[in-house]
């Protein structure tokens, strides 16, 4: 059952009334809160100060040490009275752990499980104590018999008992305005004086209001009074407490006094003995380091002043990494440790500016020097002759961080190369006759060199242009070592040179050897190919290869020096072997357009220079690297070609030294390959095309004047096509050999099927006009004696004469297959004729007749040898029957 004293309270321990922001999770806490916060520590005993202006409403004079503060704080502190009616006997109730600590009903399984677990229910039962005895219901049968009586009378009192009403007593409380609490209350504030004050500066009837106020003040103060009465009588035993103990404060308070006066002694004579002392000693040892700073100081000023002589006599023995690195040392010492001086004021200005005439003397000097040694006689093969000269005047540049030098490098290398390309061109000039004047104003040169004056310009230049370059290498290879030296780069940590500086510099360097490269090449190619007149032009192969040598060493030579490969001169030397084909491939052009025109289409002797080539091509399979035209010997009357003999005109002649001299170009000058291989395809075609129009167009009855176009001239113009079919594979394994894979080659094959199919047409044309003839022969023919006909014999001399005219043309195969689609044609013309004649073959007299006079012709094809002699007579004759 719980105490009386507690269930008529509510807890009061969850809030502080003078801390109202703090929230209590337990009793404990709450009571931890008021013994270190709310409450007093004399000695051992604690007063409590829990309550309004910090005084306990319920103090007690009894035991006030730290057990009974606590009982005073549960007491009073931790619960409020309850606003419900007093406690009866029906407020009693039982508690919770009452009913769970029942030992005979053990462990809840439906309520507890669901948060503890399984593991709470009990796992074994607990049996009664031997030591209690045996309690039944008999026990308290007396009892009930009793108690019940009582209770039924109990119940009947209860219901017939009679309402009380409470009178509530009424307080009247008067409430104090709380200006009255204010500590300070200054009456001379109007805001003030109106609130204690009311109405006063408003009323007409003073007197009255006065009166009034004086009665509301009056009041006020009887209630203060009460309250102070009230307060007193409640604190009376902590007051009377107080006096008692008020002697037994005074002693402790006079004897506090007395050990504060003798702490106070010890205290002066501490300070006097073993603190002025010591302390004396630190301000004379601080007034002696601050007079070693301002003697250091004076001397730090008198070396200061003495900077600029100093610095004048370092010039003058030409040491300006040292002159700079003192200028430097000065403007940091002025900034730091001189910075509030007023004598210097002006010298950081001074030397600032003493920095920039040495910058610009430095880039004066570095400019005479760079003019004197770049422009030295090039007998002269020395290194850098006034190398510690030069070292210096860098240093000093590169110790300003000042990059612009190079610059004046660049310019000054610029000028010498061009003054050398100038001397060269005024020196090969100067040889041709006088009527030619020579002009040579600023950077441009307003002349050209002729198609020979390039390779003696070539051949001067490259030495000097060389000999330069080398010494601008080691005027930069001398920067760079300048660059990487300590004394150069800096010691401090503001001067010393980044990555970045060191990278930047590297940069600069290697990008000016490559503009001078490029410069150089440039101006030499510009010479080279300025104009195209044909003046200008070379006309000779081997000067295109030796300008083509000189230049491929030219630029192999400055790649050596400078690392960097220009393609100036041969982007020059391109535009000069264009030039050199574009000439060379209009005349060769116009050459065999007009050989073509006035070609009469008949066998031509072959020169034996044209046959000691072919026989070299034919002996190595392939076109030599070195054309070589042997003479000494007699003409020949047919081209030799692979121990086979080919009659061909004058035309394919042309053509194969015109394609042999454009394959020598090919290796002469690989850059216009392309180009090249467009001129051969297009005189090709040129040739395939003007012989179709003039042989089996008949052209060349009006051009060259001829009266009909022969079965000669048509198996002429065959067999000179097989020699430009002959040479095509030929020249386009040089082109592979020679060339890059970007080469396009696909025009090769083009023009190969197209001269294959003109050979065609040549052989179907001799075929037609072969057959055109017998059919008009067979026309006539009538199946009669006399055998042979006059019909057959002139069908054999046909065919005589077309092996006449083949036979020094034509090889015997070719000839062979023309013969065997003639002999086809004559069978089916034949034919076509027994079947308008009706004539069969039934061993009739006509059929003997036919038989006759075809073996009478197929003993004509056997003596030209133009078919199989093996055949039998009787298949051939029995393919003439056949439908």
């Not at 090249?676 to 395809?681: A, R, T």
């Not at 057959?792 to 000839?815: G, M, W, Y």
Request: proline residues 3%.
């Amino acid at each position: 059952m719980e105490d009386k004293n507690t269930t008529n309270k509510t807890p009061a321990w969850q809030n502080c009334v003078h801390c109202p922001n703090l929230l209590f999770n337990s009793a404990t806490e709450f009571e931890r809160h008021i013994h270190e916060k709310h409450s007093i520590k004399e000695g051992s005993i604690v007063l409590c100060q829990y309550g309004q202006n910090g005084i306990c409403s319920a103090l007690q004079f009894g035991d006030l040490r730290k057990a009974g503060f606590k009982y005073h704080i549960r007491q009073h502190h931790l619960y409020k009275n309850s606003i419900n009616d007093d406690w009866t006997f029906y407020s009693s109730s039982q508690n919770l752990p009452a009913v769970l600590n029942d030992p005979n009903r053990g462990k809840q399984n439906n309520f507890f499980t669901k948060t503890w677990g399984d593991s709470f229910t009990d796992k074994v039962d607990i049996y009664p104590s031997p030591y209690l005895p045996v309690i039944t219901l008999a026990h308290f049968e007396a009892y009930c018999k009793k108690i019940s009586k009582r209770f039924r009378r109990h119940r009947q009192l209860k219901e017939t008992l009679p309402v009380k009403s409470k009178t509530p007593v009424v307080e009247t409380v008067c409430e104090i305005p709380s200006i009255f609490y204010e500590q300070s209350l200054a009456l001379n504030d109007p805001q003030n004086f109106s609130k204690v004050f009311p109405g006063l500066s408003n009323t007409q009837d003073i007197n009255s209001t006065i009166r009034s106020l004086q009665e509301t003040l009056s009041t006020y103060l009887d209630i203060i009074e009460m309250k102070i009465s009230k307060q007193v009588a409640q604190k009376s035993d902590a007051f009377f407490h107080a006096m008692l103990s008020h002697d037994t404060i005074m002693e402790q308070m006079a004897r506090a006094v007395k050990t504060v006066q003798n702490t106070r002694k010890d205290i002066k004579d501490v300070k006097e003995n073993l603190t002025d002392s010591p302390l004396k000693l630190i301000s004379l040892t601080r007034i002696n380091k601050n007079l070693n700073n301002v003697h250091e100081l004076l001397k730090l000023m008198g070396t200061v002043q003495q900077t600029q002589p100093m610095i004048q006599l370092l010039l003058s023995t030409s040491d300006y990494v040292a002159a700079l690195d003192l200028i430097s040392s000065t403007q940091r010492v002025l900034s730091t440790r001189l910075s509030g001086i007023q004598a210097f004021r002006h010298l950081s200005p001074q030397l600032t500016e003493m920095k920039r005439l040495i910058h610009k003397m430095l880039s004066n000097e570095f400019q005479r020097f760079i003019i004197a040694d770049i422009n030295r006689p090039l007998k002269d093969t020395t290194d850098l002759p006034e190398r510690d000269k030069i070292v210096s005047i860098v240093s000093g540049i590169l110790r300003l961080k000042e990059f612009d030098f190079l610059d004046i490098f660049k310019m000054e290398a610029m000028t010498s190369i061009q003054t050398t390309i100038k001397q060269c061109v005024i020196e090969i000039i100067s040889d041709r006759d006088g009527s030619t004047e020579i002009v040579l104003r600023g950077s441009n040169t307003d002349t050209w060199l002729l198609c020979n004056e390039g390779i003696i310009f070539l051949q001067k230049v490259t030495p000097n242009i060389v000999n330069l370059f080398r010494r601008i290498l080691s005027l930069c290879n001398l920067i760079l070592d300048v660059s990487q030296m300590s004394d150069i780069t800096g010691n401090d940590s503001e001067d010393i040179w980044t990555q970045d500086e060191l990278l930047l510099i590297e940069d600069k360097i290697k990008k000016l050897i490559i503009s001078l490269s490029d410069y150089s090449n440039e101006k030499c190619a510009n010479l080279i190919v300025t104009k195209t007149d044909r003046d200008y032009v070379f006309t000779d192969l081997t000067q295109l290869s030796k300008l083509s040598k000189l230049i491929e060493n030219f630029s192999k030579d400055c790649e050596n020096i400078t690392g960097h490969y220009s393609n100036s001169m041969k982007l020059a030397l391109r535009s000069f072997a264009m030039k050199y084909i574009q000439n060379l491939h209009s005349d060769r052009r116009v050459q065999l357009t007009t050989a073509l025109n006035s070609e009469r289409w008949k066998i031509a002797d072959v020169p034996y220079e044209l046959q000691s080539v072919i026989s070299k091509i034919c002996e190595i399979g392939e076109i030599p690297s070195t054309l070589n035209y042997e003479s000494g010997k007699a003409d020949g009357k047919y081209l030799i070609i692979d121990k086979e003999s080919y009659a061909v005109v004058a035309t394919v002649q042309l053509l194969i030294k015109i394609l042999l001299e454009y394959c020598d170009a090919i290796k002469q000058s690989p850059d216009i390959v392309q180009y090249l291989v467009h001129c051969m395809l297009e005189l090709m075609r040129l040739f395939n095309s003007r012989c179709c129009q003039l042989v089996l167009g008949a052209g060349a009855i009006q051009s060259a004047g001829l009266k009909t176009i022969s079965t000669s001239n048509l198996a002429l113009v065959s067999r000179s096509l097989q020699v430009i079919l002959w040479l095509l594979p030929l020249i386009k394994k040089l082109l592979e050999k020679n060339s890059s894979k970007d080469l396009s080659l696909g025009g090769f094959t083009s023009i190969e099927s197209d001269i294959t199919g003109h050979k065609k047409e040549i052989e179907s044309k001799i075929c037609f006009i072969v057959s055109n003839m017998l059919n008009s022969q067979l026309g006539g023919w009538e199946a009669k004696p006399p055998v042979p006909s006059q019909t057959f014999r002139n069908i054999s001399k046909h065919l005589v004469k077309l092996h006449e005219a083949l036979i020094d043309i034509l090889p015997l195969e070719q000839i062979r297959n023309i013969y065997m689609k003639v002999h086809d044609n004559f069978k089916d013309k034949l034919r076509e004729q027994l079947s308008k004649m009706n004539i069969v073959a039934n061993g009739s007299p006509q059929h003997g007749v036919v038989t006759s006079e075809l073996t009478f012709y197929l003993q004509t094809l056997k003596t030209l040898r133009v078919i199989n002699e093996n055949d039998p007579e009787d298949n051939i004759l029995y393919d003439i029957w056949l439908h």
